[in-house]
């Protein structure tokens, strides 16, 4: 037998993924090959790209395995040779499988996994770890593209030059993080800002300015909505700054005394920001009509301004409590119309129209004022109808405060700001962000501080290259950043320059950038960061490298109970986030944006179905629920938004909470959450073959081919005229499409009952122009009905969902081989799927939990081969 | 090294008298046989315009000057107006960025698009630019759809362009070190490569090959940095106006940092985002009545209407102080820098009251293009010859050599209009 040169070198190696011999093809098989198979199969027809024409397998040519495990498939399933052409016999049939499998299994063996970068997110958790510092790529960062449905599969993860450009931009900046370059002391002298009334920011309606103060009515908690701030003031170092400031109280009234808060926030950063979470500098308690001068000497870090915020004005516009507000509101409005009965008159009358807020609106109303004619008399503010009208006006919250502030800019209770002076810095304090740095480069340097000896340097650096390569350094390795660290140190530059140089190359090393370099079954080390970065997107922690370092990881038991310690890890939210999102496409969900005729829809709404299927999944993999609990489960979570969509009674709250539902029904599991609706759809229409396709690959585990490039796809016929039925049908006529399709259709139909934001549906929607109005009427009725290529009937999802809890190693295969691609970052091979069937029969018979899935995949052959 | 002033030099070579009595500030002429646009400039104002007093109500060369653009009147040789013009993308504010993407959902900007094919001509390949804090704005995106972020600080963006001694020191010691580092990983990767499978071996040729490239990028940046900044003459105010209510401030100090980006050649790209929140104006000593934001929802309401066009008439105001500068600014040819700079004016926003980004205040400034018209485009009219905004980002392209068949709706061009 000839062996392939490549072969020789591979085997030199270990094992590798695929044997790399050569099996010339039995008499047997070729004779069934040439009978059944090669009339389409061979290099001329090439039907399904697939040329089964040699006369022997070269296992070398990864393809090739491919190709193969196709056939055995195909003829396994009895999909192949086609109902038309003619068929072999049982005993013909089942001797070319058996020789196949074996063949298979023999040299396409569980591995093969190329070398894999780290995505986006590890990368940015390897830096974080190797330098004990939370670290943040840049918004720029490229992304990862998706291979085999994931973005962390060695074939998919390019280095590209500008990602490379990247990486040694950031080492820089990583760099930094521990040892920044000796910043210049700035020189600032002490100087006075005097600010007067008009050199304030005002957002909205926070102030105004009145016979010569900056008058303030409201409380609310955004900066924007309630405080104001010096427009030319911020500290230009870090220091204490004397704050001088002339206020007075404007008609108070007999029970209130205002209090004035000077709070301390970085001049351009958010103006939403909450003033409650701020630090208080000073607290005024202003009780005179008359300006009273008020100091305080407050601590400002650099870039940081004062803020001015009338901390118990009655008015706010905060919608604190969920239901409490609208009445408050609406007490406060009558209050005002108690005061001032007339203006109640003229309010009723002027009512609200579209847009009034703030001086606009009160100015329509002192214009109805004006005009007279007010009756007066009759108005009780204490009369079912005002109350009412004052609970509606409550409705327009900001613009109704707004409108209000104004009129208490007359009335009072408000506060006057005269004039405000800032002296500083008195003296200088410690820069929050100098100190903090402070800190992070005193914990890598360690104790020794000061010393400058390459022993030192080891010290260092020993330590960080083991923790950024993932496994202990060599000395060779680490010789050669103890050189050029200490080479650049002779060359003049500080200690620190010379780690600094180190660090940025071993963060462009690719033993850092590189997982997975060794061939054969993982060593304790390569190990532990396949399951580290699996369950967790992140490098071992010093547990995993302790039990790699004593070589005690690859022992079942302790590989299993590392694997259940893991799961409970907080970091695991980086593997539920990263694969549901992934799995089920829940990343797509912000791209779609839906038809604004079938709802409104926001941020919030998004949120509320992507955390439902967060939570879900999360709660399965934490109790270790059985898989059948995917498909079919007695609970999910919800809030009033996905609840409404579901027409589910629920608290009128954004807070997701667990909901009890009833198994076996319209509403529970992937098949029917608004947020996997959503993401098989386009947020406009629904199309079945798209839902179907999907639910083969994502759930069935049995994906089809693309369709042919040359056939159109099905479009729904918006009119409303055609149901989307006729226009398969007329499609599937066609024998080509038919194969597939008689696959895709069923349970594509059974979800058709779920709009493109997963609501229930019963009919099709029309939209018709009613008075320039477009009015949505029910159309064709919701035919969800099929059979599956079993015979099996589905009448609508929840057959669909029985069908798969019954047949729960279907859905059970395919999650598990999920699984496996997402932590192996390869294509599976015949053996790694012969290994997937096994596992998932054997945690099928020991309860089939979510968790134990995980554990058993971890254990096996698959996962602990590169 | 002599750290000559290069942009002095550069004005010494421009004839000055030129520069005065122009009334209007150029007449109108013949257009060039072939235009050559080498810059571009893309600004667009967050809340928009309020657009009937934004487009001028007749069309042709003779067209009436709208209110809220009669600060431009002596500019009008200078820049052509376009009334109709989107891209039949989604409405709402959150699809305000679809003024450069041309689409709802995430994609690369009309900017970036030029940036990745000229960037490399100059020390920073494009500049995103906006005044104070940005707000809820993003404008600028990346092929993989992420947004730039934008500086908004004019003492940050000066420190950039005209970074200092110490700054420049820094970056080239980097540089000049970065050499021995990539040096051992280099060895190290082709240690590894002597090891692994084949399949392997071959995944690593993807690194050496991003090295090299990376390798080269150094000395190209290492090039840039022997080129001496441009000392400017220009004082930045002793305080940074990033408070909301400065913003008009801040983007007066912005656009004269822009001109001297381009001037000094530190840049070929700019993105500037005018942005708008809840802020109260003062405008010519008098507080306005209502936060900015709540002026654009006026809800035809005609004092509201009146205000917000005050506020609509300082952004064009400086806009058209920006388009002076680059009018007086001359290149190395002694030539404006505003005949070979392509600036576009406009919004995502077609009407803020609404949300509607259909039927954009869109006007094009400079480049050399054929100008002094407003053209008024029949958007209900939809055939296929009805153009598209991408249409005229196409024009841009190809006036700067930038070859790209479509943008994203669009895939023809407006050469028509503008040539």
């Known amino acids: ?866 | 090294m002599n750290r000559r002033h290069f942009l002095r030099s550069s004005s010494l070579a421009l004839s000055l008298p030129l520069l005065e009595s122009f009334r209007p500030l150029r007449a109108a002429e013949g257009v060039a046989a072939t235009v050559s646009v080498k810059r571009l400039v893309t600004i667009g104002t967050y809340l928009g315009f309020h657009t009937p007093s934004w487009f001028p109500k007749t069309h042709g060369r003779d067209y009436e000057m709208s209110k809220v653009l009669a600060p431009l009147e002596d500019l009008r040789e200078e820049f052509s107006i376009f009334s109709g013009l989107d891209h039949r993308a989604p409405n709402g504010h959150k699809n305000w960025s679809n003024f450069l993407t041309g689409k709802g959902t995430p994609g690369i900007s009309f900017d970036q698009i030029v940036a990745r094919q000229i960037g490399d001509q100059s020390r920073f390949a494009s500049l995103q630019v906006t005044c104070g804090s940005p707000g809820a704005g993003q404008m600028s995106y990346t092929k993989e759809g992420i947004a730039l972020p934008a500086i908004g600080r004019p003492s940050v963006l000066y420190g950039k362009l005209f970074s200092s001694d110490s700054d420049k020191a820094r970056m080239e010691y980097i540089l000049e070190s970065n050499g021995s580092a990539l040096d051992l990983v280099l060895d190290e990767a082709r240690a590894l490569k002597r090891e692994v499978s084949a399949r392997d071996a071959e995944k690593l040729d993807e690194y050496f090959s991003s090295v090299r490239d990376v390798e080269k990028k150094v000395q190209k940046q290492r090039k840039w940095l022997e080129v001496p900044t441009a000392k400017v003459d220009f004082t930045l105010p002793d305080y940074d106006p990033v408070a909301p209510d400065l913003s008009l401030e801040c983007e007066g100090i912005i656009y004269e940092l822009m001109a001297l980006a381009l001037e000094t050649d530190s840049t070929r790209v700019i993105s500037m985002l005018v942005p708008g929140q809840g802020q109260v104006f003062t405008i010519e000593g008098e507080k306005l009545s209502a936060g900015y934001h709540g002026l654009s929802h006026h809800g035809n309401d005609s004092d509201k209407i009146a205000e917000f066009n005050q506020v609509g008439t300082e952004h064009v105001t400086r806009f058209g102080g920006f388009l002076r500068l680059l009018y007086e600014k001359k290149d190395a040819e002694g030539q404006p820098i505003l005949d070979s700079t392509a600036v576009l004016y406009g919004s995502g926003m077609g009407d803020a009251n609404t949300h509607n980004n259909s039927r954009l205040p869109i006007l094009l400034a400079g480049g050399g293009f054929k100008h002094g018209a407003h053209h008024a485009i029949d958007r209900d009219e939809e055939t296929s010859a009805t153009p598209l905004l991408g249409d005229l980002y196409l024009s841009i392209m190809q006036a700067m050599g930038v070859e790209e068949e479509r943008f994203v709706k669009a895939k023809r061009n407006m050469n028509d209009f503008v040539l």
Request: proline share 6%; net charge negative.
């Open chain 1, 1 to 866: 037998m000839k062996i392939p040169l490549i072969s020789l070198i591979l085997s030199a190696f270990g094992v590798a993924f695929v044997s790399g011999e050569t099996t010339p093809i039995a008499k047997h098989v070729d004779a069934f090959l040439v009978e059944y198979c090669l009339d389409c199969h061979d290099a001329d027809s090439e039907k399904g790209d697939i040329n089964l024409d040699f006369i022997k397998i070269d296992w070398s040519d990864p393809h090739a395995a491919a190709v193969w495990a196709k056939a055995w498939e195909m003829l396994e399933g009895g999909e192949m040779p086609p109902e038309d052409k003619k068929q072999p016999s049982a005993g013909e049939l089942a001797s070319v499988v058996s020789w196949l499998e074996e063949e298979l299994l023999a040299n396409d063996r569980p591995g093969g996994t190329v070398l894999r970068r780290l995505s986006r997110q590890e990368y940015e958790n390897s830096v974080s770890d190797a330098l004990k510092v939370p670290f943040k790529v840049p918004q720029s960062f490229p992304a990862d593209m998706e291979h085999h449905g994931f973005d962390n599969s060695g074939e998919g993860l390019v280095l590209s030059p500008p990602l490379m450009a990247q990486y040694l931009e950031i080492a820089t900046v990583a760099a930094d993080s521990v040892l920044p370059p000796p910043v210049e002391q700035q020189r600032v002298k002490k100087e006075t800002k005097s600010i007067g009334p008009g050199d304030f920011t005002l957002n909205f309606t926070t102030g105004h300015e009145i016979d010569g103060v900056l008058r303030m009515a409201l409380s609310s908690d955004p900066l924007a909505r309630g405080s104001v701030w010096p427009n030319r003031f911020e500290a230009k170092v870090a220091g204490v700054y004397q704050v001088k400031i002339d206020l007075s109280a404007y008609e108070p009234g007999e029970d209130h005394t205002p209090v004035v808060h000077l709070l301390s926030h970085t001049s351009d950063g958010n103006n939403f920001a909450s003033a409650n979470g701020l630090s208080v500098s000073a607290e005024f308690t202003v009780t005179d009509d008359q300006p009273k001068t008020f100091r305080a000497d407050v601590e400002l870090q650099r870039g940081e301004t004062i803020v001015v915020h009338y901390e118990n004005a009655p008015l706010s516009s905060d919608q604190d409590k969920a239901r409490e507000w609208m009445p408050r509101l609406a007490g406060q409005l009558l209050e005002m119309f108690r005061a001032d009965p007339e203006l109640g008159a003229a309010w009723m009358k002027a009512g609200y129209q579209r847009s009034d807020r703030g001086w606009s609106w009160l100015e329509r109303i002192e214009a109805i004022r004006k005009e007279g004619g007010l009756d007066i008399e009759d108005f009780d503010p204490d009369s079912p109808e005002v109350k009412e009208f004052a609970m509606k006006m409550a409705r327009q919250s900001v613009n109704l405060v707004e409108t209000m502030s104004c009129y208490l800019f007359a009335t009072g209770p408000a506060i006057d700001i005269h004039r405000m002076a800032v002296t500083g810095p008195l003296r200088l304090i410690a820069d929050d962000d100098e100190e903090t740095q402070k800190r992070i480069t005193a914990r890598f340097l360690g104790e020794r501080a000061g010393r400058g000896d390459r022993e030192y340097a080891e010290a260092i650096l020993r330590p960080f290259l083991e923790k950024a390569f993932r496994r202990p350094a060599t000395e060779e390795q680490v010789e050669k950043y103890l050189e050029i660290a200490m080479k650049h140190q002779e060359e003049g530059h500080r200690f620190e320059d010379g780690l600094h140089l180190a660090v940025r190359a071993s963060l462009c090393s690719t033993n850092f950038l590189y997982r997975g370099q060794r061939e054969g079954p993982l060593d304790g080390f390569d190990l532990a960061s396949r399951l580290s970065y699996f369950l967790t997107s992140a490098p071992p922690d010093s547990t995993l490298w302790k039990l790699a370092s004593n070589g005690t990881l690859s022992d079942p038991k302790v590989l299993q109970a590392q694997t259940r310690r893991l799961l409970k890890h907080s970091r695991v939210k980086n593997f539920l986030d990263s694969f549901t999102g992934q799995w089920l496409d829940l990343r797509l969900l912000p791209d779609i944006m839906p038809d604004t005729r079938l709802l409104n829809w926001n941020d919030k709404d998004l949120k509320a179905v992507t955390e439902e299927t967060e939570l879900f999944v999360a709660e399965i993999l934490r109790k270790n629920h059985p898989l059948e609990t995917f498909i079919d489960p007695d609970f999910t979570y919800l809030n009033k938004r996905n609840a409404k969509l579901y027409g589910i009674k629920h608290p009128n709250s954004d807070k997701m909470t667990r909901v009890d539902l009833k198994r076996g029904g319209r509403r529970g599991g992937i098949l029917t959450q608004a947020s996997v609706m959503m993401a098989t759809a386009n947020g406009v229409d629904t199309q079945p073959v798209l839902r179907g396709v999907w639910l083969l690959e994502n759930v069935l585990g049995d994906p089809v081919p693309e369709p042919p490039s040359s056939v159109p796809a099905v479009e729904p016929d918006t009119s409303g005229a055609k149901s989307i039925r006729e226009l398969l049908d007329r499609h599937k006529a066609d024998a080509s499409c038919a194969g597939c399709h008689k696959k895709i259709d069923p349970p594509g139909f059974a979800l058709e009952n779920f709009d493109p934001v997963g609501r229930w549906r019963d009919h099709y929607p029309v939209y018709k122009k009613v008075d320039d109005k477009v009015v949505r009427k029910d159309g064709l009725a919701v035919d969800a009905l099929g059979t599956l290529e079993d015979g099996t009937e589905l009448r609508d999802v929840t057959d669909l969902k029985l069908y798969l809890v019954e047949n729960i190693e279907l859905f059970g295969n395919c999650l598990a081989e999920k699984l496996l691609i997402y932590a192996t970052g390869r294509e599976l091979s015949f053996g790694d799927r012969k290994e997937v069937e096994r596992i998932v029969e054997e945690v099928q018979e020991e309860g089939n939990g979510f968790q134990d899935l995980i554990v058993a995949l971890v254990l096996s052959e698959s996962f602990r081969t590169k």
